[in-house]
């Protein structure tokens, strides 16, 4: 089984700063953001964001961690339990500008779910996309706003982000599914 480093954690961070650079240039500022990242991976990618907002703005832009395990189209049909995850938005979104990130946009499936998600907290003004890799092989017509990396992949290659957060080093792999 083969692994390929996509991206290292150089890479990660210009991506990181670029697409926060790249948010503040389309929305013309923090004043009306809101960052929620889809849990696991997507919130500790929407903290970095956050923080690279807020050196770069000078404003502190609030960050919530949504789960969307209930909400995906394919539960109960997986045999394995679902990894639950901690949902965390306590602020308002409505009539904000909500920020979804997420590290890996493929069919689209998931950005669906954590729409309907979140409109079960209110009412946005807009919902963007930032994503750390978009490898393609779409589904369902969503695409992302920002994007660190395209990477055309094969359908039987999988992408795994590694974050510090949560695996002890900042890495994205190609990897060949066994």
Do not use: C
Request: aromatic fraction near 4%.
């Amino acid at each position: 089984m083969g692994s390929v480093r996509l991206l290292d954690g150089a890479e990660i961070r210009r991506a990181v700063t670029r697409i926060a650079h790249e948010i503040l240039e389309r929305n013309k500022g923090a004043q009306s953001l809101v960052l929620v990242g889809i849990a696991a991976r997507g919130d500790d990618l929407a903290r970095r964001l956050a923080e690279e907002i807020e050196r770069i703005e000078g404003a502190r832009v609030p960050v919530g961690a949504l789960d969307i395990t209930f909400y995906r189209d394919d539960i109960g049909m997986r045999a394995e339990a679902p990894e639950v995850h901690e949902t965390r938005i306590d602020f308002d979104i409505n009539g904000k500008t909500v920020v979804l990130v997420d590290d890996v946009l493929f069919s689209g499936r998931t950005i669906r779910a954590a729409m309907d998600a979140l409109v079960d907290f209110g009412r946005p003004a807009a919902i963007q996309l930032a994503v750390l890799v978009d490898r393609g092989h779409r589904e369902l017509p969503i695409r992302a706003d920002f994007v660190g990396k395209n990477a055309p992949t094969r359908k039987d290659e999988d992408v795994r982000v590694a974050l510090i957060e949560t695996d002890g080093e900042d890495a994205v792999y190609v990897e060949e599914r066994p």
